[in-house]
């Protein structure tokens, strides 16, 4: 049975960090590329940043470029989000998921999990 399951979201101050955990069971995310991505109520989802299969190749939204990094670690089938110097336009819900598009992580994101909240305050 695939799972996706995130961890580590919770209320900080602006400027502070915090750390997402992301952990699949069902499959293998060494064949995938991961990505994170975030919602606000009434907003598009966005991808915030994804990883390719061979770790080779990250992308960020401008708006989290220099402040996040994403990294995998296959060997535990999980994927992470190092976030900086937070904003409170950080605030959302973060969301994990698997593209079977492992190399140029465009579309077909097909596994899901249900998010953690994180929210910054002023």
């Known amino acids: 049975q695939v799972q996706v399951v995130e961890s580590g979201g919770g209320l900080v101050q602006a400027g502070g960090s915090l750390r997402l955990s992301c952990t699949a069971s069902?499959?293998?995310?060494?064949?995938?590329?991961m990505g994170w991505f975030r919602q606000v109520p009434g907003k598009e989802r966005e991808r915030v940043s994804s990883?390719?299969?061979?770790?080779?190749?990250?992308v960020y939204v401008d708006s989290v470029k220099g402040r996040f990094t994403i990294s995998r670690d296959n060997a535990k089938n999980t994927v992470y989000l190092q976030m900086d110097s937070l904003k409170p336009d950080d605030t959302a819900m973060y969301s994990c998921?698997?593209?079977?598009?492992?190399?140029?992580?465009?579309?077909?994101?097909?596994?899901w999990g249900q998010g953690t909240q994180v929210t910054v305050s002023p």
């Open positions: 990883v390719n299969s061979y770790g080779g190749s990250t």
């Open positions: 998921a698997a593209s079977g598009r492992s190399y140029s992580c465009e579309g077909d994101w097909r596994y």
């Open positions: 069902g499959f293998h995310i060494a064949s995938y590329c």
